[in-house]
């Protein structure tokens, strides 16, 4: 079992699942395919809550810590981390080093260091986390440390990419996004697909040929954007993204204990365009990292209002 063809099975059921959902990621992919073109993905988000809970293997962090484990399984190694103080948040992106031959996306993992929170905060996200369903937190390490075929593993891998731990109180959601929403969005989607990422370098159709045009058909076709475009061409990448579609997350009754349905946002779909940056006098190549200033502003696409 090769680990390219493994990521290839596990996005793809990924990008089923996160495109059932997002309806915005749907209409860019029949809007750049009717014109002719293509749909490739830049990088797949992951958010992920950096604290440590106890269990029958013993402590396992649920933030980076965990998901790199899938990451550096599937062939790809770290390639940079940016870090956003406002926010209590720290991320890394990963790439692999055949990204190119096997159309490979990056992976752009980040966390929210829950230490650094008010107490009350820590202790109500840690009241929630504890909870944890044991055959999800160890179904990542077991998938991989079993030989199966690439169908069967891919298909248990998918079954980290959900929530681990049972639904979070409401007033504890509700109190949580005052002080992170970040931290909320987890609470409730656990490590759900964050966001996927149409790479207008390669749609290759003359109808949408930079990251402007694209932006101008998804608003004609009532897709609601990211007011503005971020970074500049200077420094390699500009980057924007719909609105995050809302839908209805399972919470528990503050008083009954009853499930009951609440409306939150989910994810919403990145456009990227990455164009040279110079390395050396005379010498450019294609900008293949990311920005922080870019990232903390997609990361509030998100944000829910109380």
């Keep these: 079992m090769t680990n390219d ?10 990008w089923q699942e996160y495109s059932a959902r997002v309806s915005y990621a749907r209409t860019y992919q029949q ?43 599937l062939g790809y190694v770290a390639a940079g981390e940016y870090t956003f103080p406002e926010t209590h948040l720290y991320a890394r992106h990963y790439t692999h080093p055949q990204e190119a031959e096997f159309d490979l996306p990056k992976l752009f993992i980040s966390e929210l260091i829950v230490e650094e929170l008010p107490e009350r905060i820590v202790q109500l996200i840690k009241k929630t986390v504890s909870s944890f369903q044991e055959e999800l937190i160890f179904s990542l390490t077991d998938s991989l440390l079993e030989n199966k075929n690439v169908e069967t593993t891919a298909q248990e891998l998918h079954k980290i990419f959900t929530r681990p731990w049972l639904p979070p109180q409401r007033l504890v959601v509700e109190e949580v996004n005052e002080v992170t929403q970040y931290g909320a969005w987890v609470l409730l989607h656990g490590y759900a697909v964050n966001h996927f990422t149409g790479y207008v370098n390669r749609q290759n159709t003359p109808k949408y040929p930079d990251i402007d045009a694209t932006v101008s058909g998804l608003v004609n076709l009532g897709v609601p954007m990211k007011a503005e475009i971020e970074g500049n061409i200077a420094c390699g990448l500009r980057q924007t993204a719909t609105q995050a579609v809302k839908e209805m997350v399972t919470v528990l009754d503050d008083n009954s204990g009853a ?25 450019s190549r294609l900008f293949d990292a ?8 997609l990361f509030e696409m998100t944000r829910v209002d109380g």
Excluded: C
């Design 5 to 14: 063809k493994l990521a290839i099975h596990l996005y793809s059921l990924l």
């Design 259 to 283: 499930e009951i349905q609440i409306p939150w946002t989910y994810a919403y779909y990145e456009i990227a365009q990455r164009y040279p940056v110079e390395i050396e006098p005379g010498k």
């Design 290 to 297: 990311f920005l922080g200033k870019n990232a903390q502003q």
């Design 31 to 73: 809007m750049i395919t009717a014109a002719g073109g293509t749909v490739a993905n830049d990088h797949i988000a992951l958010r992920s809550l950096r604290m440590s809970i106890n269990t029958p293997k013993g402590l396992v962090n649920l933030g980076i810590n965990y998901l790199e484990q899938l990451a550096t399984a």
